[in-house]
């Protein structure tokens, strides 16, 4: 019973995507120089573990009390 249904019209396939640029010598220096830069950024931003207030205080590496009062950690 095709003759009941309606004509579906199916537009033409879109045409395919440009192929993507080469990049140059120049550019792919450019990009490695500008990776290498964020990679040392990340590392110097970077801090040890003793470094923060909350796990200096924590590691018990300054016992030695200043005043005669108790502390929470102590």
Do not use: C, H, N
Request: net charge positive.
């Amino acid at each position: 019973m095709s003759f009941l249904r309606p004509k579906v019209y199916t537009p033409p396939a879109p045409p395919p995507p440009p192929p993507p640029a080469s990049a140059s010598d120049e550019d792919t220096q450019r990009a490695a120089a500008l990776a290498e830069e964020a990679a040392t950024g990340e590392r110097q931003k970077r801090r040890g573990r003793g470094s923060t207030i909350v796990a200096g205080g924590l590691t018990g590496g300054g016992t030695a009390r200043t005043t005669g009062s108790p502390t929470v950690l102590g």
